[in-house]
């Protein structure tokens, strides 16, 4: 069983429809990243929590940490946004989730 | 500000050969480094991290390895790499006091 699980594993979205990302992890953790995968590779970090709630332009982060889960909200999603999406977190080691492919259409 | 390379961007090797990946930080000190590798349809694996020159601490067994000569450049190797070693090579740094972490633009290794 991995650390970190995410759901969904694909997920294809109209343009401008509210996107949720979740993940699951089994370990005790400092901080929980998201992080995007751009279809070239190239990962940027979006968020690093440790409790409640971040939030930067169209992308919420929340986090509850006596559940052990997390979830991205997209809001308003644009195509500019399909990436592969992945939570990380930070116990004694980073753990990874497999990511979350998603395709926003126009 | 600060910037991660790493090069080449795409390497494609034949198995027996030699590996040699760099990866060098500007615009810090004394980062944390960190060599990834995310394989097809897979997570993102932690293979190697360094706190400091000299200073690798190994995740997994494996065919390869890692050294840090310089401050902000971390170099991930092999003497013969294998099919298996095939993947997407991420190269990562963070501040001493932070979990954030800053991704190079990858190279992507093929070993046929």
């Known amino acids: 069983k991995n650390e970190v699980e995410q759901s969904p594993q694909n997920l294809t979205a109209q343009e401008g429809e509210f996107i949720t990302i979740n993940c699951s992890y089994s370990v005790g953790i400092s901080a929980l990243h998201w992080l995007q995968q751009h279809p070239g590779g190239g990962i940027v970090s979006l968020f690093m929590l440790s409790s409640g709630k971040k939030k930067h332009g169209r992308l919420i982060a929340t986090i509850n940490i006596q559940e052990k889960h997390s979830s991205l909200h997209i809001t308003a999603s644009h195509p500019r946004d399909s990436a592969v999406y992945i939570c990380a977190v930070k116990g004694n080691q980073f753990y990874f989730g497999t990511g979350t492919s998603l395709t926003v259409i126009p | 500000s600060q910037t991660i390379h790493q090069w080449p961007a795409t390497l494609v090797q034949p198995v027996g050969s030699p590996l040699s990946l760099e990866c060098t930080v500007e615009g810090t000190s004394n980062p944390n480094l960190y060599w990834y590798r995310q394989a097809a349809g897979r997570g993102l694996q932690l293979l190697f991290y360094?706190?400091?020159?000299?200073?690798i601490s190994s995740e997994v067994p494996q065919n390869l390895s890692a050294s840090r000569p310089q401050d902000r450049q971390f170099i991930l190797s092999s003497k013969k790499l294998l099919l298996s070693d095939s993947g997407f090579y991420l190269c990562?740094?963070?501040?001493?006091?932070?979990?954030?972490?800053?991704f190079g633009p990858g190279t992507r290794l093929t070993v046929l």
């Open positions: 990562a740094w963070s501040g001493i006091s932070t979990d954030t972490q800053y």
């Open positions: 360094s706190v400091g020159i000299g200073q």
